[in-house]
């Protein structure tokens, strides 16, 4: 008995010195490619902050809005505007006093800002709510709890990470694809998208949360501390604009009732979707993003131009 | 509690430790600690089923002194009440929403609109598996092949006992009853060999079949929009992935059982080497297809009773076995094509040709005409495979023509790498592994050298570490459902 137990242990000791040897060696090199969420938790952010879901992590560049801007946007699960994704933002947003040069980006959408009506607190909005210390790099809080290391990752990773979901450094996650591939697949995709969004229990069943647009209320008053904020709705597909409309009709005039009340612009890019091809309906494609954010810097330099504050503009094709 | 997780890392040491250190003065009181050790175990997962365990533990304890009545009316009697009361809880908590939507369909079949209340309860997990424990225990002791027996906990151990309790095997009350029932001593060869079943098991489950997992759910969840062979590709990573992660799920009840002293029933002999359908039903799933021959075929008559009745006890325990894995017609579905692949053999008397040996048993590699039998049964039960694992029938079947529809189309494709094509780094080492160890799967050999073994186990130990850590994604065994 005593010598299995010796074996055991022995074999465990190895194991783990193992173990923290690749972990150590792993992350050296690809600390980056963790996974879509990591790189944004590995510091404070003193720039400004585009805030929302994927639309927003993967639509907004902020090399090209402005280099004083970090993506801090996440996933409709991670992200929407609940209390969890709230108190992440505080505790990684470094506060600077009031700059009017710094503007803070909040992509806002039906989804985004829905609930289903006696489930809000039950769902469990990942890693958001569990993260208990501060930013560190590397940070193996997250590492340890909520990162995927097994060998299959791992692998996937080392043999192709160019080509891996990754964040870059201004935090934007990067998806490559080629226009060949997306020529091929995009009706397809579109269609299972909206199938899946037509099936799920936020369309059948949401409503526009009054948690979350008090969160999103919130939210713009304590950025608004730290310089400009526009709430922004990005473009998608036709397609899923009429879901979002099914959803919500009147979201347009309830984002430019709270814009009104803040005093801060909200900018609806919807009306120009169609110059910008998607992926899915409602993810941007890659190479069209550097035109989209250029685009949507004109916009944005036009407004500051003109010092608008608490103006709701609706963009033009 | 699941056997992948960092809970039952730190749960079985203590177990063990207090199972031979404190426990260990008699098999009472070993028996004791399994049992708190299996309540714990269980209701880990769930508290709240740990009454409805024990409800069906003391029913069938209690029944079994009725069944063992010299009155064979008596008998008789007490065998169908606990019947009835197995099945009774199994169908309220697993089939009655599925009746009820049948009934439904049908009744408006003929414009009768029943608008049935649903239960939706959750399904506990391994209900099946301990329901079944407790019927073989009835069904032995009316059978004469089993007294009952007058200890409760022994009893109560035999249901409950952690290592097999949420997905097999399904243990024979005269096969595992008196090992409860005798002292156990820590034997260290047994123990030895328990820890590497434990380190195999998880090497499965955790290494190949949660990789494996990844390519077969990106295939499987939008297979519209793959092609011919990539569509192949994810169906020949299913049936490496349902077997590595049963498999694996297997071995850890086995060598985790015999760390504490018992020798539980093999589940699995190489089923992807059978030669035949038949083979492949006595190397798969062994403790149930034997549970279903002995409890279910035999006593209909098994196939002594001419040709029809052999074909329709046949197409019964298969149907039932499908039916067995969950309410829903795919499974049902997936029995029969089984129960089709079977009746050939039956019907040429060729079902028991490959009994009792094994492919290229006294060779390294198999003739060709074995190579064509087990690439012929393995494309088979593939085939199967993906009716159970999509339960839509029209999706399976549009998944189906996909393959043949696109490799018309694109008949080219067959020279391109497939999707998913890294699945075969994973499926390789499991068939090679398997091969070696054919002839016997509880030689589970190991390399002589000794650095060369330590470097081995160090290996698969940081592997199965290092998949230990899958963030917030949860990891279950695929029978746990069942």
């Known amino acids: 008995m005593r010598n299995l137990l010796l074996k055991i242990v022995y074999y465990c000791i190895a194991t783990l010195l193992v173990f923290a040897c690749v972990l150590y060696f792993y992350l050296l090199k690809y600390e980056s490619y963790i996974d879509q969420n990591y790189a944004r938790l590995t510091s404070y952010h003193n720039q400004g902050l585009i805030i929302g879901t994927s639309r927003s992590a993967i639509d907004l560049e902020p090399s090209i809005l402005g280099g004083q801007l970090y993506n801090f946007s996440f996933t409709i699960d991670a992200s929407p505007y609940d209390n969890s994704y709230m108190a992440l933002i505080r505790k990684y947003h470094q506060n600077a006093s009031f700059d009017k040069n710094r503007i803070h980006i909040l992509t806002v959408d039906p989804w985004a800002l829905s609930s289903i009506p006696g489930a809000e607190n039950l769902i469990n909005p990942s890693f958001t709510s569990k993260l208990k210390l501060e930013p560190m790099r590397p940070n193996f809080e997250y590492i340890l709890r909520f990162a995927n290391l097994s060998i299959w990752e791992i692998s996937n990773v080392m043999m192709n990470s160019d080509r891996n979901l990754h964040i870059n450094s201004f935090g934007r996650m990067i998806k490559p694809m080629t226009e060949e591939f997306l020529n091929k697949d995009y009706k397809r995709k579109l269609g299972v998208k909206i199938d899946n969004y037509k099936q799920s229990e936020t369309y059948k069943k949401g409503k526009i949360s009054a948690n979350k647009l008090r969160n999103l209320e919130e939210l713009i008053d304590y950025l608004k501390l730290d310089g400009k904020v526009y709430l922004i709705r990005l473009p998608i597909a036709s397609e899923m604009l009429e879901l979002e409309d099914t959803m919500c009709p009147e979201f347009n005039s309830l984002m430019l009732n709270i814009s009104g009340k803040h005093k801060v612009t909200y900018i609806d890019i919807m009306p120009a979707r169609n110059q910008f091809r998607t992926t899915d309906g409602h993810h941007m494609w890659e190479n069209e993003i550097p035109k989209f954010n250029r685009y949507l810097r004109t916009v944005l330099d036009t407004l500051n131009y003109t010092n608008a504050v608490g103006k709701s503009d609706f963009i033009k094709p | ?482």
């Not at chain 2, 008998?75 to 099945?87: D, G, P, Q, V």
């Not at chain 2, 990106?218 to 990573?237: E, K, P, V």
Request: hydrophobic share 50%; charged share 15%; with cysteine.
């Open chain 2, 1 to 482: 509690m699941l056997f992948n997780s960092f809970e039952f890392l730190i749960f079985f040491p203590i177990v063990f430790i207090l199972y031979w250190f404190v426990f260990s003065k008699s098999y009472r009181n070993q028996n004791l600690l399994i049992l708190i050790a299996s309540y714990v175990f269980y209701g880990w997962w769930s508290w709240k089923f740990l009454g409805l365990l024990a409800l069906n533990t003391i029913i069938d304890f209690l029944y079994g002194f009725g069944v063992n009545s010299d009155n064979k009316r008596k008998s008789k009697l007490f065998l169908w009440l606990s019947i009835i009361n197995n099945l009774g809880i199994l169908a309220v908590f697993k089939y009655y929403d599925f009746f009820a939507v049948q009934f439904q369909h049908l009744f408006e079949g003929f414009g009768v609109h029943l608008n049935p209340t649903l239960l939706n309860l959750t399904l506990p997990v391994g209900i099946s598996f301990y329901t079944f424990h407790g019927m073989s225990y009835v069904f032995d002791i009316y059978y004469k092949r089993q007294k009952p027996i007058s200890n409760f906990i022994d009893y109560a151990v035999f249901v409950s006992f952690f290592p097999l309790l949420v997905a097999g095997p399904i243990e024979r009350a005269n096969h595992l009853l008196p090992q409860v029932q005798t002292f156990r001593s820590f034997n260290f060869r047994n123990a030895v060999y328990g820890c590497r079943l434990i380190l195999w098991g998880m090497f499965k489950k955790i290494v190949i079949a949660d990789s494996l997992a990844i390519v077969v759910d990106l295939i499987y969840s939008d297979f519209s929009g793959q092609g011919a062979t990539t569509l192949i590709m994810g169906s020949i990573a299913f049936s490496f992935q349902i077997y590595a992660d049963f498999s694996g799920y297997s071995d850890i009840a086995l060598g985790t059982a015999k760390l504490l002293g018992f020798e539980l029933l093999s589940n699995f002999k190489f089923p992807y080497f059978s030669r035949d359908i038949a083979e492949f039903w006595r190397r798969w799933h062994i403790s149930l297809s034997s549970w279903f021959r002995d409890y279910l075929y035999i006593p209909l008559g098994g196939s002594k009773d001419g040709k029809y009745k052999a074909i329709r006890n046949t197409f019964i325990i298969f149907i039932v076995s499908g039916f067995w894995h969950g309410a829903s017609w795919n499974f049902i579905l997936w029995g029969f094509i089984h129960a089709c692949g079977f009746l050939p053999l039956l019907l040429l008397g060729k079902n028991r040709k490959n009994l009792g040996n094994v492919a290229a048993e006294s060779s390294k590699i198999p003739s060709f005409k074995e190579l064509f039998q087990m690439l012929s049964t393995f494309a088979f039960v593939t085939f199967a495979w993906i009716f159970f694992r999509i339960k839509d029938f029209n999706d399976a079947l549009l998944f189906i023509k996909r393959i043949f529809v696109n490799l018309v189309e694109d008949p080219g494709q067959l020279l391109h790498k497939p999707g998913g094509i890294l699945a075969v780094l994973y499926i390789v080492p499991v068939i090679v592994i398997d091969w070696f160890l054919r002839r016997d799967e509880r030689n589970l050999r190991t390399v002589k050298n000794p650095v060369l073994r330590a470097v081995i186990y160090i290996g698969m130990g940081t592997l199965i570490l290092l998949g230990l850590f899958k963030g917030s994604s949860e990891s279950s065994f695929i029978y746990f459902q069942f």
